[in-house]
């Protein structure tokens, strides 16, 4: 009796989709746990840097819910209203924390000019501090564990949330020098100044996230390390001689990469599209989760990029014989179409 096959591996756009749920769910958790003991502390010591922290907690929750279901909506399935995916939701989760964590920043260095005109004693020191030194150990614990998932899966809604919850770890430092401060030292001022640190984090914090979230909005380019990668795998067939119009951008954990390559026009359109493949397969074997749309040029018959005008470095050849199986990816006049776009996701 034969033993039944083993089940086929997950693809790594699926495992990598796996553990940003799994990350995102222990997010939701981390940031309930942590709302329930800093509010606590600030009823038993009316601290403004445990009610900075408090105010910053509900934030990261809210933060981590808009994650959880971002990286859910993200990893369904293009269709026929979303030919590429739907992976920029992550982008614009990282857009909805950066807006929370202003928010957070702007109320928090508030309250703390505040408390610096009108000091208030901090009291019941020592349950604030075991509060935040607990906060600190569990924040110090998610942390790590987002670093481990973004090896994995790079989401940026996650590495948006792992930088908010850094922010925090920083800030939870902060504040427990000003609960000792303000309940040991007899110096209140001291954690409204605490306070106000944590303000001026938060917001260096959120202007990060916000860029890197408009990057991924605006399609800016992948590191010139991962474009380089790709034309030196590409370029590794001798049969391709050169690669222009090279585009890349990324669509949530997916990199989109779009070329032009140089081939012998004498080639069949067989022989073409093996090569073709061929450097696909290249490709993704240093990026798996890629999505690549490689297309072929007779080489020196290169259609300049749209917008520029034609330069003609050699006469036109003498256009083929119908009987002939010579590749031309480039003809001079196409005739209009309405069919749908050809690509991975039609």
């Known amino acids: 009796m034969t033993s039944p096959a083993p ?6 756009l699926e495992d990598a989709h796996l553990a940003t749920r ?5 997010s939701v958790g981390v940031a309930l746990v942590l709302i329930a003991l800093k509010a606590f502390a600030l009823g038993a010591s009316g601290s403004v840097s445990i009610l900075a922290t408090l105010a910053d ?116 430092l902060v504040v427990l020098i000003g609960v000792i401060s303000g309940a040991y030292l007899g110096a209140p001022g ?30 800016r380019a992948v590191p010139e390390s991962d474009r380089n990668m790709i034309t030196q795998a590409v370029l590794s067939d001798a049969r391709i001689s050169g690669v222009h119009q090279l585009r ?34 290249r490709v993704l074997s240093h990026y798996p989760t890629a999505d690549i749309l490689i297309h072929a040029d007779p080489r020196g018959r290169v259609r300049p990029p749209v917008g520029l005008p034609a330069k003609t470095t050699e006469p036109p050849p003498a256009a083929p014989a119908a009987s002939e199986s010579t590749i031309d990816a480039e003809p001079r006049a196409a005739a209009p179409t309405t069919a749908p776009p050809k690509g991975p996701w039609s």
């Open 57 to 172: 907690s509900v934030l990261d929750l809210v933060a981590s819910l808009a994650t959880f279901f971002a990286v859910r909506w993200a990893a369904a399935p293009a269709d026929e209203h979303h030919r590429y995916g739907r992976g920029k939701g992550e982008a614009l989760a990282a857009l909805v924390q950066a807006g929370l964590v202003f928010a957070s920043a702007v109320f928090i260095g508030w309250e703390g000019i505040q408390r610096i005109f009108d000091p208030r004693p901090v009291t019941s020191g020592a349950w604030a501090t075991g509060v935040v030194i607990i906060s600190i150990a569990i924040t110090a614990w998610l942390v790590w564990m987002q670093t481990q998932a973004l090896k994995k899966t790079g989401s940026m809604a996650v590495a948006g949330d792992r930088a908010h919850y850094a922010a925090d770890l920083a800030a939870n």
């Open 248 to 281: 890349t951008r990324m669509a949530g954990q997916v990199m989109m990469v779009q070329m032009h390559v140089d081939l012998d026009p004498d080639l069949t359109l067989d022989a073409a599209h093996a090569i073709v493949v061929e450097a696909e397969t």
């Open 7 to 12: 089940p086929p591996a997950p693809a790594p």
């Open 190 to 219: 001291l954690d409204a100044a605490a306070g106000l640190v944590v303000a001026v984090w938060l917001f260096w914090g959120a202007t990060g996230m916000l860029k890197a979230a408009a990057d991924h909005l605006l399609d």
């Open 22 to 26: 799994r990350i995102t769910r222990l």
